[in-house]
């Protein structure tokens, strides 16, 4: 089985936030940016879409 996220439904914190819009403005992939912070790429765009964030989507 793929390995699961631990933190499933985890509210964001402001610290992840701000490290979301530094790595959004470097201009990372969502992968990448998913693996960084230890949470779904879906969970990633959601935020994103939220915050007016364009990500790319570069794999």
Do not use: C, N, Y
């Not at 509210?11 to 969502?30: C, F, V």
Request: no cysteine.
């Amino acid at each position: 089985m793929a390995e699961g996220f631990v933190r499933h439904r985890q509210p964001w914190t402001s610290d992840e936030i701000q490290k979301l819009h530094r790595l959004a403005a470097k201009g990372m992939a969502l992968k990448a940016i998913g693996k960084a912070m230890t949470r779904s790429e879906e969970s990633i765009q959601e935020r994103a879409k939220l915050d007016g964030l364009k990500i790319s989507k570069l794999r």
